[in-house]
């Protein structure tokens, strides 16, 4: 632990000479608050928490601008309902540490530093800008894993602004209680919310003492707090794209007060986060108010770092055990094998689904990464590949390499990779028991753009049997990739017409052609739910050929089906 309390001392000898005492508006001011973990979102929280003795550090800057909303009941009805013209740039530093497997701690520090309010009333400024409050926070996850669960949060925020008409004279700290859920779809996607309740210990309300008159605002009381979020992965460009709703609503606080003047907050929040190493992720983005509601801005932008480092504590294995691994999905536990602990290779990053990749860079990574010393891997199609033998691994490969793969040649299907893991001790994670992941591979499809229409062209002989109408089982991939890409975006009609090569007569190609076009368009409305007037069969034998009729390879052209798509 004498790491983490020489961090936290250097941390406090740069922040004590900011705690400076703002004179009005404070942290109820500024709905934005980003995680002390840096894990999955951005100011929404997801069940997971950080690993046992990591540390992640954090730095953010947000700007805002009109965050203050006037309330309903003004003597000046000239101001009633109107924005303050104003604006603020805050900054967050952040904390978090692992305690235990599933329980964390944070410390998060909000800082003022700018701000300018044109308030006709006088209220809405700052004297000296620094430190607004000291908010510390503990997750614990109680049923789920990295891929989705339920999580409890207890956080207090404790108040250093002096004169703050949104706490009152004198406050006391802020608690809040929240359930925090997620889940992870089979693509990738990641959905979560966050549910709690906000007790308030506000002070007696505030006296200007240049007017004499309180100000257009009452202490803020008890709320209920609400938040969804969205994680969408792109592999190719190492990058989440992260979209957040987050609110918070008191309602009316007696028949004199209108909701305006209670803490009423909804934020929609968009931006990007980029990887760029295992340890260190930068975010930016823009947000603004969802509707007209206090501390909720006209606009935001946000810009802001975090770098995971560790471990730092005695709770880490030490260099005669296993290295316990981590992934970007669920952890496999480590098995006991003749008394003794062997290591876990995790594959991270992998395509989750179904995936168009074919050059793939993807890292094997450790918790304790002083205890980790190589591993080897082996990837292939699933029907094929044997992980839990020793041949077709690679060699040894460091733990800081990436797997770099090219599958362009492995057909479209199922991908298998199958890692195992060495610690500095030597011992190595048995054949037997490797770390295995799955996805599907897909190939891109070929759209020819015409005047007013797009095609897309199958051969009859992956579709068919010779001579036959009935569909292929190894054919229903390339049906799916055609059903994806409508699904991409709306149709007004489909048109599938089925040809043939010049052999046999015209009656008996143009039969066969209709047959195989009719046979295409019913598998894809009973499989894919289509709307089946948006569909046409067609069958034109071998009347329209895209090649000659007069070698074995120009006939392979012709027998084809196409698929007209009118948007």
Request: glycine share 8%; charged share 20%; with cysteine.
């Amino acid at each position: 632990m004498r790491k983490l309390s020489a961090i936290l001392g250097l941390m406090l000898f740069f922040i004590m000479p900011y705690l400076a005492k703002a004179n009005v508006i404070g942290t109820e001011y500024q709905n934005f608050a980003p995680t002390y973990s840096g894990l999955d979102f951005l100011t929404v929280e997801s069940s997971e928490t950080i690993k046992p003795c990591l540390c992640s550090l954090g730095l953010f800057f947000n700007y805002a601008k009109n965050t203050l909303t006037y309330s309903d009941s003004y003597s000046n009805q000239d101001l009633t309902g109107k924005r303050a013209n104003d604006y603020l740039v805050g900054a967050d530093l952040l904390l978090g540490l692992g305690i235990t497997k599933n329980w964390d701690f944070g410390l998060i520090l909000p800082f003022v530093v700018t701000a300018q309010n044109e308030d006709p009333y006088g209220v809405s400024y700052f004297d000296k800008f620094g430190l607004t409050e000291a908010r510390a926070m503990t997750k614990y996850r109680f049923y789920g894993n990295d891929t989705g669960g339920l999580a409890a949060g207890l956080s207090t925020n404790v108040n250093t602004i002096e004169n703050n008409p949104f706490a009152g004279d004198k406050p006391g700290p802020t608690f809040n209680l929240q359930l925090m859920g997620d889940t992870t779809t089979t693509s990738g996607t990641r959905y979560a919310f966050n549910i709690g309740y906000r007790k308030k210990s506000p002070g007696a309300k505030l006296i200007n003492p240049t007017t004499g008159l309180p100000p257009p605002f009452v202490p803020f009381k008890d709320s209920w707090i609400f938040s969804l979020a969205l994680n969408e992965r792109f592999q190719s460009i190492k990058s989440d794209l992260i979209a957040e709703f987050v609110g918070s609503s008191t309602g009316k606080l007696d028949e004199s007060d209108s909701a305006r003047k209670a803490q009423q907050a909804a934020e929609l929040n968009l931006g990007l986060r980029h990887e760029f190493t295992k340890t260190v992720n930068v975010h930016g983005g823009l947000g603004t108010k969802f509707a007209n509601a206090q501390s909720s801005p006209d606009v935001r932008a946000y810009l802001g770092v975090y770098v995971q480092f560790g471990p730092i504590c005695g709770g880490a294995a030490s260099s005669s055990e296993a290295p316990k691994a981590v992934t970007g999905k669920a952890p496999q536990k480590a098995v006991p094998l003749a008394k003794s602990i062997f290591p876990t290779a995790i594959i991270k990053n992998y395509p989750i689904g179904e995936s168009e990749q074919t050059e793939l860079s993807i890292p094997v990574t450790a918790q304790n990464p002083n205890d980790y010393a190589t591993y080897r891997w082996k990837i292939g199609s699933t029907s094929s590949i044997n992980c839990r033998n020793a041949v077709g691994y690679s060699e040894e490969m460091p733990g800081s390499d990436l797997v770099i793969a090219t599958i362009k040649d492995l057909s479209d299907g199922g991908i298998t990779m199958c890692a195992v893991a060495k610690n500095l001790a030597g011992k190595w994670q048995p054949f037997s028991q490797p770390t295995i992941v799955r996805w599907i591979k897909t190939s891109k499809i070929k759209i020819i753009q015409k005047n007013g229409y797009e095609l897309f062209r199958l051969s009859a002989e992956v579709l068919f049997d010779f001579d036959k109408d009935n569909i292929r089982s190894g054919a229903q991939s390339d049906l799916h990739k055609i059903s994806r890409y409508l699904q991409q975006k709306p149709f007004k009609k489909v048109i599938i017409e089925g040809h043939t090569d010049s052999k046999g007569s015209d009656n008996y190609n143009r039969d066969l052609s209709q047959r195989r076009a009719n046979q295409v368009k019913k598998w894809l409305i009973d499989n894919y739910e289509f709307e089946s007037p948006k569909f046409s069969s067609v069958g034109k034998g071998e009347m329209v050929p895209v090649s000659t009729n007069e070698t074995d390879a120009g006939r392979q052209q012709n027998r084809r089906v196409e698929f007209k798509i009118y948007r």
